[in-house]
């Protein structure tokens, strides 16, 4: 029987499987998706301050559609012999659809980075909730003023004295001017104390020295400092983007036998960007990455990418939340209203469970439209 293997248990792992069910439909197609752990974890919403509510049961996902999942993790991939090395065991494919995600980029030499904390992974956003609970008035340094380290220091400011460290010159550096007045009217009401144009140096027992020599107290030292691809990336291709991701045409092949999806494909958005590094991307991606693997294999037509609006919706703790439209990132709501709409993407987000009719429907509905703000008719691309 013919294998559409999966790697990755992330959004676009998940998304890929229910695409590749999808296509499948009564056909004889083997699906497994090979990823260690037993959960789901909507790395969206670990800034929260109960992490363990964001994961999913795979079992519950995953069962209903027909898709194996083998707990394992991938070492290696073969594509001359189209085998995958998953804990010392070969697998074979058929068809690979590679949605390994990507991880934080670590400190190089920091002195006490063993003392950092993330919110990068579940267990990583667990450390730091055992770390902080119950605890009032502690002092926390975020390094990077990006869009994580953003929304975990405005959430810590609602507990203790929070400084955000970044070595660019602006907060958001990366999101633009667009929403930068609102972000930081938000860091000046929630009292977060910015110190711009420098870094974290070392990290000791209660203290942060920062790079222009200055000591400061820190109980908690929070590191978000920007996301790299898997390095299985480096065994699909040899010429990866600044991100490590693999080049995709807009079936999102990489090669003959392999699709990508999520954070390690670097698929077109428009004739200017690339997809971003975000669930808003990588559930689409792995809708079609998914449906593509299979129909490739059965026969049946393929789908391209075709993206949807570009959005961001980042949350400013007990300041709200902004939410922007387009890669200028034009302000559509902040505040209270834009807390509703971030409310809403966190509620949705989840996958349906426990449902193969919901599961396999939402994997033919390509996009996630926010009610608040439809897509214009030109916007909605059709998916097929």
Not at 4 to 14: E, K, L, P, Q, T
Not at 173 to 186: F, H, K, N, T, Y
Request: glycine residues 10%.
């Amino acid at each position: 029987m013919a294998h559409v293997v999966i790697i990755g248990g992330g959004f676009a792992g998940v998304w890929s499987a229910a695409g590749a069910a999808l296509a499948r439909e009564d056909a004889e197609l083997r699906i497994t998706l090979i990823a260690p752990n037993e959960h789901l974890v909507l790395r969206p919403r670990l800034y929260e301050p109960e992490p363990d509510l964001a994961k999913v049961e795979l079992s519950r996902i995953l069962g209903p559609i027909g898709v194996e999942h083998l707990r394992a993790t991938v070492s290696t991939i073969d594509t001359a012999r189209r085998v995958v090395v998953a804990d010392g065991a070969e697998v074979g494919y058929d068809r690979l659809v590679l949605a390994a995600g990507s991880g934080l980029v670590p400190p190089q030499g920091l002195p006490g980075a063993e003392r950092l904390f993330d919110i990068d992974t579940l267990d990583g956003a667990r450390r730091l909730t055992e770390h902080l609970r119950d605890r009032e008035d502690f002092s926390a340094v975020v390094v990077g003023a990006g869009f994580v380290g953003l929304e975990a220091a405005t959430e810590l400011a609602a507990r203790g004295r929070v400084l955000l460290v970044d070595r660019a010159e602006v907060v958001g550096d990366q999101l633009g001017s667009g929403p930068r007045a609102v972000i930081e009217a938000a860091l000046d009401t929630l009292g977060v104390v910015r110190r711009l144009g420098t870094t974290v140096t070392e990290i000791g027992d209660g203290y942060a020295v920062l790079s222009d020599g200055a000591k400061v107290e820190a109980d908690v030292v929070v590191w978000s400092v920007g996301l790299r691809a898997s390095d299985l990336t480096r065994q699909i291709s040899d010429d990866l983007d600044d991100l490590g991701r693999v080049p995709v045409d807009r079936h999102l092949r990489a090669l003959p036998e392999v699709f990508a999806a999520g954070d390690t494909a670097a698929a077109a958005y428009d004739a200017g960007h690339t997809v971003m590094q975000a669930c808003q991307h990588a559930t689409p991606l792995g809708k079609v990455a998914g449906h593509n693997a299979a129909a490739d294999l059965l026969g049946g037509p393929l789908r391209d990418f075709t993206p949807g609006p570009y959005v961001t919706c980042l949350d400013l703790g007990g300041a709200g939340a902004v939410f922007t439209r387009g890669w200028d990132r034009k302000v559509m709501a902040s505040g209270v209203a834009g807390k509703e709409v971030k409310m809403w993407i966190n509620r949705h987000i989840h996958p349906p469970v426990d449902d193969a009719a919901r599961l396999l429907a939402a994997a033919d509905n390509v996009y996630l439209e926010i009610p608040f703000f439809p897509l214009t008719e030109e916007a909605a691309a059709p998916t097929a």
